[in-house]
């Protein structure tokens, strides 16, 4: 089959690889339909810190079409229109079954596409292991592109944003407005904030935030901003969607006494240099996490259908699965109004 | 001064009365600028149940200007703009340090125009005890019609919510569409849920619903149409903003299963039927309370500053003071689209 | 095989039954190596009011060992030694993975023993429906009579404590000493109670929960006693281990202002007088529910390995299956003693 | 009168000084009754952080006698014995009301001997800001030792063990056993850990967490022998009560995935090493926090009262406030087995 893979940094070729197969009876084998490149994808792109492999495919984002199924699989049939989890899971142990994927206990924190142990996504067909759990039925009432959100990205801004103890009347600051960031945006104001700053150095993504009702700050002015139009209080609520250290300190600085800072991108420094006097003085919990998503999918599937989150609103391209490297390019470089990309084969 | 004063059932009358004087150097006189009917009134229209006293001033909800403080008074000041909080507290004890006013141990659970133990705020005066701690400042960006409902409507809707569990994502049906009920339709969105099932007898309350975004039911046909809504899941929540036996048994009927029900209108029956074999074969939890108005303004004032909640939508009468008995009349009996009466002196 | 049918009031008779066997390859059968008598089950002693059947096999507590596998099984092997959750999901809908079992959506609510749909475990060998799911090994560090307390009576008693919102510093009220009642007694102090007053008629009762620290209490002077032990603030939590009419309203009655009262026993009557205007006045939480019993393992299991909770202290008498007419008229008379009955085959 | 004075580095000096007055009319005056030190007074000792002055009183933990009251002082009458609150707050701005003194607006984050802004309680007598909110009556059936502990040093144990989510079943440990930490051990068991890992240097403050049920562990083998005892998993809640860079790593490296580390003590490095991708891989959540004391008054004097918590155990010597300085110096070097001091004048 044809798939991108990864052949070291900045190349994500798109090439022949072998066709997936079963290799065990809950396993299930799914035609993509449509896959989309996920912010963390880029550190695979500039050099992965995951593994020294190469030639595996990449991607942890698609749905598609369940074409083969293993002997003990249940739920999933053949010919259904599926969305996939990025959180792996084996759905039977003690953490699986508390709904803590990320934590599962067997073949725990596994994602598609960061070694050849599991291949990606962005390939024509993909191998799902423990597929009753780790993929779903698109939910009536939703369209393909918000199956594809709920794969990873709309689950992780919105544990951004649980993390972050976003409540009624709170004041929300979001860094970072790429997909993630922006449907942070959004959520934030489901679960209540009384304002959401939004904060990212490009104009265009700040424009977008402006539209979403945030009040939209360039990292250079957002302290001084928050601060005055907090009369000093800054923020009770910070996600940092970036996972840049710049920007996990900027949002040390944002919150305000008792705050919360809730960081979701990947960060892999092991020295990062944390203000500890000022968390004391401030009273502040930090809290990173990587996402369980199918733990999320019955809060938010009501929510999409509802008309109440749109996070197919930040596809800002569709390509072919074979242009992948343009696209890997596009949203590397945030050029041409580059947000999420969605490639279909 | 002039004032409302009970008189007995369905008298209501505006008449001369003694003006309130400063009966500890804690207590504040304010010259109240607008008043206005709550339903909970209502049971003292129809003869109160709260006491045996006649001839005392009624109403709970009032702003008005600080007129005089007493020597401890530290917070307010003469000409100061305040709302005053329905829940009357000490503001020293346990309860209320925990912000659990209406649970006070000295002077606990007291509340304006029940009894003649403390006159009512229908009046051009009022006496307000421990006066820093009972009204506060009409918050900066808040007109005064704003600042009239957080002195108990709004507080109260938004308790209801809480007690009733939304969170993101839950079907909730709000039952009763007087200003309360509606009220709630607004915050059940602000606190995240999918959809919201709403239910009157009134079909313009129905309307009003609808304008909010609310499915709008009659009571005859709810259970049907939310079963149906819903694949027979019912509602993950219900608040029952009316008080009366029967509208609480159909909020117990309309949850769904491990659901939550919150009443938090009067209800004086020490023998309501309660369906315990479906409670129990529901998992459901049952509150009802009284609102603690004071602890929820830290929450409620950003909400309606960001113009996310506007519960002055829901005025739907000005009059004078002097026309009190046809305000009373109107809420009674809820004709010409009567919601919320406004009164000035 | 030899197991305890239902074969009328009064008559839970031992005699011949045909032999479980596999009707999905999902499904388990376990031989019997212990069972128990619940509280419950003396509702279908007297009569019962869940289905019309006779002829069925009672009982919804035990430990074995598996002897069959159905194809599709993947934790469990033949020859473990595992206990039983009386409460039965399919561990794959949006319910059981929030864990919330009792609300499965497909074969939800279902528990075994209750009709002829799902057979009893007082038996000398048990299907097991979604066996993976539904019985889990013995935890090491276990004993069988520890598994076997885990299998429904603590894992209610627990929810009955968190339903009652029991935490530090709070004063408990347990009311019903039988074998929940009393764990109930024990998890209220691991949960961190300050004080806990145990209610119940019999005098060798109220002896044992004195022995495990609490003040005990005849029902007739409980409302006095607690009046005079809190200065009139009453109990913040109440757990309701009994299910009847009386004790429930006994309930309400000691519950303090604010406080939440939980009843974990059947009660069948669509009717209960519930004092309304009481649980208004005191501003109360009322929760009634069914237990997710394998959703309280990952706590209780660390718990009783520790020495926390020492459920298997309440097993009265251990009987032979055959002897199964005489424990439950133990059980239903409570006489010489009787708490918990556990059977061998 | 006689006070203990910061004359600079390790120079903690006996000696005369101006006596309190009243500067305002919530003020009250305390004639000390005894006083203890801090393990955050050493931090004054070693040449304060807090600020340039000297000559001033040091100390925040007393209880004493209330000799004079202002005027607007309504609660605390003179001969009353009061416990003093070492969080000091104005009680009536929406921080006090919500029970966050630490954060409170006016007069924030107050402490008393930080400077000579307000003078410390190591003294014959202190002047109590809003003296109806910081000091309390000792409460009934509590001894003047416990209402010592309780103005500072429980409530920030309790605190450190809250904001470390410990709850029934988890797996705790607590870094750091002087007082603090060994009332942690005490509280994590009332909030319901299975187990407890106790580490500190100190062969002999070891053997104390030891004799509280907790097993004892020296820093250099705990990462091992936590790991062994748990399978992996390691600690589920860990509380650091030390404050320097070594004890907060050691204890982002016991937490084990989705863990929570709670730190207590005061850190001023504005550089912390913080290994950022390991937090990351375990989804970790960080606090560090401010006490305010009074708010957990309610939930733990009536533990200290039911004898579930002992701070009292905790006191190490008894001196005279004439021996202050090696009172410091025994704190310093725990020698002779210190732990905590108390001085009565």
Known sequence: MKALCYQGPKRIEYGQTADPVLSADTDAIVAMTSCAICGSDLHIYHGSPFSQDTGYCVGHEAVGEIVEVGKAVRRLKVGEKVMLSAAVGCGQCVRCLAGDIARCERGGAQCYGLSSALQGCQAEAIRIP???FNASPIPDGLSEDQGLMLTDNLPTAYLGCRNAD?????????????????MAVEIAQVLGAARVFAVDLVPGRREIAKGLGATALDPATAMQEIAAATGGRMSDCVVEAVGADATIQLG?????RGGTVSAIGVNTNMDFRFPMAMAFGK???FRIALCSVQMYWPELIPLVRAGRLHPERFISHRLSLSEGARAYELTDTKKDGALKMV???
């Open 283 to 285: 009273s502040l919990t």
């Open 343 to 345: 490639m279909t084969p």
């Open 166 to 182: 976003i409540g009624p009347g709170k004041t929300v600051t979001v860094i970072g407005l790429g997909p993630i960031g922006l």
């Open 130 to 132: 423990f597929a009753d």
């Open 252 to 256: 040390l600085m944002l919150a305000g």
